[in-house]
């Protein structure tokens, strides 16, 4: 069907075309043995074949960063919750010190509140900070209560926060420094 279509729509255009002594002409296939023999054809003056050889075959990973002023950037965490009649999907993002990004993202299978599933993702994220032996951290996110409430400046009331609290609490501990830091939600 789809040829008749192309078919019909082809002859529709030789007409239009007709009337400006335009003749249209059906580009014939080109073959795979045409373009081998055109470039086999071609000269190269100055070619130079490919070094695959590679110095040191131990060597997975090479590249330059200065320390002195690397060192003292901790790494950042970006977390946020998206909510729609589906579920709940929480995301985060590690940032390195060096500016190498690394994502994660989880689909919630429970119904919760949006506070809770802003906890869920910025526990997701820190756990993935200990799991990669990080040990300064800035945490980001735009949900004001959940920052204040880990920051200290404002009190958790709700029961099914105050678990949530006290975990994130407890994985603080596997770091050195940890700051939480709010963030309007066009910058997160």
Known sequence: MESTALNERMARWQILLSEFDIVYINQKAVKGSAIAEFLARQDLEDYEPLDFDFQNEDLMYVATAEQDSQENHPWKLNFDRTSNAVGNEIRAVLISRYGDHYPFTSKLDFDCTNNMAEYEACIMGIRAAIERKIKTLEVYGDFALVIYQLKGEWETRDLKLISYQKLVLELMEEFD?????????DEN
């Not at 420094?177 to 939600?185: A, G, S």
């Open 177 to 185: 420094d940890i700051t939480f830091c709010y963030l309007p939600r």
